[in-house]
């Protein structure tokens, strides 16, 4: 008979499982869910096309940024009190966002919410570790919190077409003030505090904000270059402060930080470079997927936002099955097949998109390529996670997936620059010409896809050098990062 102090106790069990998922699934899905608004806050706020990409960036950017150091953070003044003020932040930040008046409160509002993301999204995790400790709990636990990580990004722009045609884009943030406060109280009732051992607590602060800081200001000087020049005094400041910024961050890292956020002996890893390397160049095309597919669909061929969501269906389920299709046969396939299959199948999908016109259809030129560039997302995010911890000791895993997630983020957000940049300067060349408008947009747009398809094709030469089986070796003696 179960007594009332085991339900009391599987029933937080369930609310910790519950608030760790919903947060996680929070933060992708806030990652994801502008993609469909953006044309309408682009013509609210009056954004120049080189500078719509803020929407994005300023969240994905600062996210990357911070996300090692809210891990830190969460080991060293507990996982439970990090949680609650990342939640706090970022439901605060949403608010600030919902109620922005104009493109600058909007940007800086989605920096804080990516700031708020990094302190949350690492507490999630390590949560769910230290609660569920029993080996088959955990793996169920875990397999959740990665189903809810997956089905942000595909859920997100469903409801952003949602909402952004029947309400407002507006509600998109604006709905997460009562889910804070339930995430908030759950949490609160359920978690409970842990933290790292008693070691010396060294928190690299400045890692963290001359990397944020720095990739800012090379994403600003990139942006800012299409309009002004290479030449221009704003371009020049910006790229210089750029490279002093990741040069110091790469020194700090090196020969500052005591406890630095990614020891750079780590990548003398072959693996770990690989799926690094393997991340931020394949992520510089298929996170600016989203982007361009969206501003197609809808100021190119007049899709409305519940129907961009539609059809973003399809590429979500291709993202799905890729991912958990493939999970069986990774072990017999091996980091190396994995990449390159899934990287053929995105860079299929990407040249198959870069070729849709003005009169593009769904059924012949935008399922096929959805699909396949949901297919390839899927694996190369499986084959990326496998390569970066293919031999390394198991305590450095949680290293591991941090460093490749951050990577990802930053890939993408410099990658989509790059291709704004691109896209934008092909648009206006072809409008100065005297070219149909809408034939200037969607030449623009598929330069970008056709850059994003290269991109895909560079990702291929280092994922060459992926080692070719998934077994791990014995654990190397535990080091001290």
């Not at 769910?128 to 029993?134: A, K, Q, V």
């Not at 930080?257 to 394949?282: G, T």
């Not at 094709?457 to 998934?470: D, E, I």
């Amino acid at each position: 008979m179960t007594t009332s102090t085991e339900a009391t106790q599987r029933t937080r069990l369930n609310v910790v499982l519950a608030a760790c998922c919903f947060g996680q699934f929070m933060v992708i899905l806030d990652g994801s869910v502008f993609n469909v608004a953006l044309p309408v806050i682009q013509a609210e706020f009056s954004f120049r096309s080189n500078s719509l990409l803020w929407v994005a960036n300023s969240y994905a950017i600062v996210y990357a940024g911070f996300l090692l150091l809210g891990g830190r953070l969460a080991d060293f003044f507990g996982r439970r009190r990090l949680f609650l003020i990342g939640i706090v932040m970022f439901t605060l930040a949403s608010m600030l966002a919902g109620l922005a008046f104009n493109a600058a409160s909007l940007i800086v509002a989605r920096g804080l919410q990516g700031l708020g993301a990094a302190v949350m999204a690492p507490a999630t995790l390590t949560v769910l570790g230290t609660t569920f400790t029993e080996p088959g709990q955990r793996a169920k636990a875990f397999g959740l919190w990665g189903a809810a990580a997956g089905g942000g990004g595909a859920v997100g722009v469903l409801l952003g077409g949602l909402f952004t045609e029947w309400l407002s884009w507006r509600w998109l943030l604006l709905i997460n003030l009562p889910i804070g406060v339930a995430l908030f109280a759950a949490a609160a009732y359920a978690v409970a505090e842990s933290r790292a051992g008693n070691g010396t607590r060294k928190l690299d602060l400045p890692g963290s904000v001359s990397i944020t800081i720095g990739l800012i200001a090379l994403v600003y000087g990139i942006a800012e270059s299409e309009q002004h020049g290479w030449a221009a005094t704003r371009v020049v400041v910006a790229l210089t402060a750029a490279v002093a910024l990741i040069g110091f961050f790469l020194f700090d890292q090196a020969k500052l930080a005591p406890q630095p956020l990614v020891p750079l002996d780590f990548f003398k890893r072959r693996s770990v470079s690989v799926a690094n390397l393997v991340a931020v160049i394949a992520s510089a095309a298929i996170f600016s997927v989203f982007y361009f597919f969206t501003l197609h669909m809808q100021q190119v061929l007049g899709y409305s936002p519940v129907e961009t969501g539609l059809v973003y269906i399809p590429l979500s389920i291709g993202i799905f099955v890729g991912a958990r299709g493939l999970s069986p046969y990774v072990g017999a396939i091996g980091p190396k097949r994995t990449l390159l299959i899934g990287l053929t199948i995105s860079l299929l999908g990407m040249v198959w998109m870069s070729r849709a016109s003005t009169d593009a259809t769904f059924l012949a030129d935008l399922l096929g390529p959805a699909l396949l560039l949901g297919v390839g997302q899927g694996i190369v995010t499986t084959g990326t996670a496998m390569s970066a911890t293919a031999d390394l000791p198991h305590h450095q895993a949680g290293l591991a997936s941090g460093v490749l997630n951050t990577t990802r983020q930053l890939g993408g957000a410099v990658g989509l620059t790059v291709l704004v940049a691109l896209s934008t300067a092909r648009t206006n060349a072809l409008l100065a010409s005297g070219a149909d408008p809408l034939d200037a947009l969607s030449a623009g747009y598929m330069l970008a896809f056709t850059v994003g398809s290269a991109f895909l094709l560079l990702a291929m030469v280092p994922a060459l050098f992926a080692t070719r089986s998934s077994s791990r070796p014995r654990p190397r003696p535990r080091q001290t990062n």
